[in-house]
């Protein structure tokens, strides 16, 4: 355990869990060399827009559940002055480890009884700790964070039936679902959790979010939050280019440039 969490009481620390033990499988030659989370968005590593945004919503204790290249990130993370002073638990949870099996090796490290659990592949701009306080308050057993996101496809809009639009790269929160029309909601990767969810039997599962959520959603009170910001998952070389090429004038790549300048404030 990092010596800093001395330093406050277990009641005060606000615990935020960021997966970043996966191999960057579609990043190729980049990600042979680098984990995730260490790749760069205009010069600065996706781990530290992560680490400084939940610093800015008054997380204060942070695990890295670490496998594919994890001395990079704990090179990285114990060389950078401005993590010093962060209550930073780097784990080590093995490379072929699957993210279930991951969280249940880091459980009884979590400090606090609701958490934040994230992806490392994800930059985000979002009033976190306001939701978290709500979550706390109303008795939420698990909020499932929500966003826009980019369908990088093409779209045909109708109205009552009619062909009026068809649009490319078209910003999105939710889709209908052919399952009773049942609106479905972006998921960011995010969500904030009761501690006791984590009593369940889940660490054999293949796919953490897949096979354990439907059973966690018809056993404890869930909730769900639309993220009124800016959230962008880093899935391959081509979304890591648009936020570091002002050619492609994508409007994320001046939302990054506006969220870097309000982290280094």
């Known amino acids: 355990m990092n010596s800093y969490q001395n330093d406050f ?8 869990v960021i997966l970043c033990g996966g191999k960057g499988t579609r990043l190729g030659l980049l990600g042979k060399k680098l984990p995730k989370s260490l790749v760069q968005v205009q010069k600065k590593t996706i781990l530290w827009f992560i680490l400084k945004s939940l610093k800015k919503n008054k997380f204060n204790h942070f695990i890295l559940p670490v496998g594919y290249k994890g001395d990079k990130i704990r090179k990285y993370v114990k060389s ?22 991951r969280i249940y090796k880091i459980k ?7 958490f934040l659990l994230l992806n490392g592949d994800a930059i985000f701009d979002a009033n976190l700790s306001l939701e978290f306080n709500k979550h706390v308050k109303n008795k939420f057993d698990i909020t499932f964070i929500c966003s826009e996101a980019e369908a990088d496809f093409g779209i045909v809009e109708t109205l009552n039936g009619k062909i009026v639009n068809f649009q ?14 049942f609106l479905g909601h972006v998921y960011s990767g995010m969500a904030l959790i009761n501690k006791k969810i984590l009593n369940e039997n889940f660490k054999d599962k293949k796919n953490f979010e897949k096979d354990f959520y439907p059973t966690v959603i018809k056993k404890y009170r869930s909730n769900i939050y639309n993220l009124k910001g800016f959230w962008y998952a880093m899935d391959n070389i081509k979304d890591i280019d648009s936020l570091n090429r002002k050619a492609n004038n994508k409007k994320s790549y001046f939302m990054i440039k506006k969220l870097l300048k309000k982290l280094n404030d």
Not at 108 to 114: E, F, L
Not at 168 to 181: C, I, Y
């Open 168 to 181: 490319r790269n078209l910003d999105f929160r939710s889709v209908k679902t052919e399952n009773k029309n």
């Open 108 to 114: 009884n490290h979590i400090g606090s009884r609701n």
């Open 80 to 101: 950078n002055k401005i993590f010093r002073k962060y209550n930073i638990d780097i784990v080590e949870t093995g490379i072929k480890t699957s993210i279930a099996k």
């Open 9 to 16: 009481n277990k009641h005060d620390l606000k615990t935020a």
